[in-house]
């Protein structure tokens, strides 16, 4: 059985930094892209960063894009996401997920993803 499991998540202030974990388990993903996606109240789940197999390759939704660092390691079928900076309106619960067929074009698309995790809270206090 599949399982992605979330860490990290909390409360900063803003302009503080979180650094989010999604250990994978019951499946190696490392032939997979891997993605983090965040849904704030009332709003819909949004593309945050993506991280294809080879790990040099890299994509950001643009709100995050220099404050925000996705990296993965194979070894421990994790990825992470390195958040600074961060602003009141990171506010969110932060998802990873995983995508089992080849993605091209449309990476930022949560159609995309077959596997999720379960989310983590981060709150980010003016």
């Known amino acids: 059985q599949v399982q992605l499991v979330e860490s990290g998540g909390g409360l900063v202030q803003a302009g503080g930094s979180l650094r989010l974990s999604c250990a994978a388990s019951g499946r190696t993903f490392s032939s997979h892209t891997m993605g983090w996606f965040r849904q704030a109240p009332g709003k819909e789940r949004e593309f945050v960063a993506a991280i294809r197999r080879s790990a040099t390759i890299t994509h950001y939704a643009d709100s995050v894009k220099g404050r925000f660092t996705i990296s993965r390691d194979n070894a421990k079928n994790t990825v992470y996401l390195q958040m600074n900076s961060l602003k009141t309106e990171d506010t969110a619960v932060y998802y990873c997920?995983?995508?089992?067929?080849?993605?091209?074009?449309?990476?930022?698309?949560?159609?995309?993803?077959?596997?999720w995790g379960q989310g983590t809270q981060v709150i980010v206090s003016s």
């Open positions: 997920a995983v995508s089992t067929v080849p993605i091209g074009y449309y990476i930022s698309r949560s159609a995309e993803y077959d596997y």
